[in-house]
């Protein structure tokens, strides 16, 4: 009769991670399964909270950060009171220290309305987070992920964009602080792995959507799919032709802990998005046509700074990572509709 598998718990290192270490009496081989101690800042915001979600069901210690500025205790409260998670609050222009193995630096509010209502507060957070951040990961000899932004391309004059692109950013506008922001924590991350050898990965992820948005980020996915559930009217700034290509969470995600598995002397940066392009127009008729009723389409002036175009050249991940987009636009509508349908409901 073949035995059960037997566990050995050994404390390991500095961080105080456990090695799973099933032998199996048939062949008397053993198979390490290694649980990493991993930071994720911002955390409880819409893209962190799904990326806890996946390390900790991959049997990962995830420390979760956030100051609540744009995050919400309820997009990780399913994940509160499991052994392998915990949740701080504290906002990353100020030092954090803790003895961890990967950190995601995904702490910035990312919607135009939570950015713009602080612009100051915006541009600390992007600094000061990647600063401080990058001050842990050299001291721990963490590796450490950067989410930047497909915003630091600006208002695009290449198209597709590809990461050589250096951008069009006007550094004294509404969207500054965070355009700015997120380019000079590039620039942090460059030289911290130049200068002191920290492993470093920077993305910059292009439009991403999915559960637990939040129903007022002002996102275009989200507001189009809320208005049409409450039965108003499709607001579209501009002409309605300016593109944008729309990314599902889960896809992003699986991208980030593929570049976060790169060896050491790949930094990147790498884009992560779904090259398929529509126009605001097309979204807005998609999702009338999946929801129904009366809502039509009306029109408003165009913010300044607002980007023509915005499509990822993900040659470079495609290569580097062996990653591309998986959910197309249909379907993962379909799952976001129905995430926002139950939630208004509530």
């Known amino acids: ?6 566990y050995i718990f050994s404390p390991f290192s500095l961080v105080n991670r456990f090695f799973v270490v099933p032998l ?42 956030d100051n609540f500025y744009s995050g919400s205790k309820e997009n990780v409260w399913h994940l509160i009171g499991k052994p392998n998670f915990e949740i701080v609050r504290h906002d990353v222009i100020n030092p954090y220290w803790a003895e961890v193995d990967e950190i995601y630096n995904l702490a910035c509010p990312a919607s135009p309305i939570y950015y713009q209502n602080d612009p100051i507060q915006t541009t600390k957070t992007s600094f000061f987070g990647a600063y401080h951040m990058l001050g842990l990961a050299r001291r721990t000899k963490a590796k450490i992920l950067q989410s930047s932004t497909s915003e630091v391309y600006g208002d695009p004059n290449i198209h597709p964009q590809p990461e050589s692109y250096w951008g069009n950013v006007n550094p004294i506008g509404l969207r500054s602080c965070y355009d700015e922001g997120k380019r000079v924590a590039e620039t942090l991350f460059f030289d911290y792995y130049r200068l002191h050898k920290v492993r470093a990965k920077v993305i910059r992820i292009f439009n991403t959507y999915g559960p637990r948005m939040a129903v007022s980020d002002g996102r275009v996915v989200s507001n189009f799919v809320v208005q049409a559930l409450r039965g108003e009217d499709l607001t579209i700034y501009g002409d309605g032709q300016q593109t944008r290509s729309f990314q599902y969470v889960s896809d992003l995600i699986e991208g980030m802990i593929r570049m976060m598995d790169t ?82 409901q509530r």
């Open 1 to 6: 009769m073949r035995s059960s598998p037997t």
């Open 263 to 344: 060896p050491d002397d790949f930094t990147g940066p790498v884009n992560l998005g779904n090259p398929g392009e529509f126009t605001m127009l097309e979204l807005a008729e998609k999702v009338i046509k999946k929801i129904g009723g009366k809502s039509k389409i009306v029109f408003r002036p165009l913010p300044s700074d607002d980007p023509k175009m915005r499509r990822p050249d993900i040659t470079v991940a495609k290569r580097e990572l062996g990653w591309e987009p998986k959910v197309p636009l249909d379907e993962g509508l379909d799952h976001i509709i129905a995430y926002f349908r139950d939630y208004l």
């Open 24 to 65: 199996q009496n048939k062949n008397n081989k053993a198979t390490f399964i290694s649980m990493k101690r991993i930071l994720v800042t911002g955390g409880a915001g819409f893209i962190g909270s799904h990326l806890c979600e996946r390390l900790v069901n991959e049997g990962h210690d995830v420390i979760c950060i």
